[in-house]
């Protein structure tokens, strides 16, 4: 009986605590998607940098969040208000990360064709190296005629 009552009251709040999200209203410096876009990719290519060679960034005196937002001439508020409003409108914000996905998914799939291009190449490399060991080792060519003392 008591479970009852728990999970009526904890219905209730559920019910009563989402009835008041209000829609933020569109603001007057919103980004457009194409700009949104291009933003969202870069913040997520430098946070993956972030996470691989932060060093590297701090040593060479980069603080990405102001590198994206000098990037693309806008303000930390106006990315945070433009990101707020296109994360209630769903389909918009579905749209842009899409778009930002298939991008990366494009380049990764770039750069992993251009390491096997170069890694095929430094085995062929390799390859020829060794055969052309075989064909004429070292220890042959340094190798002194044999004289008869008679």
Not at 4 to 20: K, S
Not at 126 to 138: H, Q
Request: charged content about 35%; overall charge positive; some cysteine.
């Amino acid at each position: 009986m008591l479970k009852h009552y728990i999970i009526v009251l904890l219905l209730g709040i559920l019910v009563l605590g989402c009835e008041n999200i209000e829609k933020p209203k569109k603001p007057d410096n919103l980004i457009p998607k194409a700009q949104m876009t291009e933003l969202l990719y870069d913040v997520y290519v430098v946070n993956s940098a972030k996470g691989v060679n932060r060093k590297t960034l701090e040593l060479n005196g980069i603080i990405p969040e102001n590198y994206i937002l000098t990037k693309h001439n806008i303000d930390s508020t106006q990315f945070s208000e433009s990101n707020t409003y296109y994360s209630f409108n769903t389909e918009d914000y579905k749209s842009i990360v899409e778009k930002v996905k298939e991008r990366l998914e494009k380049e990764k799939k770039e750069y992993e064709d251009l390491r096997d291009e170069e890694n095929k190449a430094l085995k062929t490399q390799k390859d020829s190296v060794k055969k052309k060991k075989r064909i004429n080792p070292v220890n042959q060519s340094k190798k002194r005629p044999v004289f008869d003392k008679d």
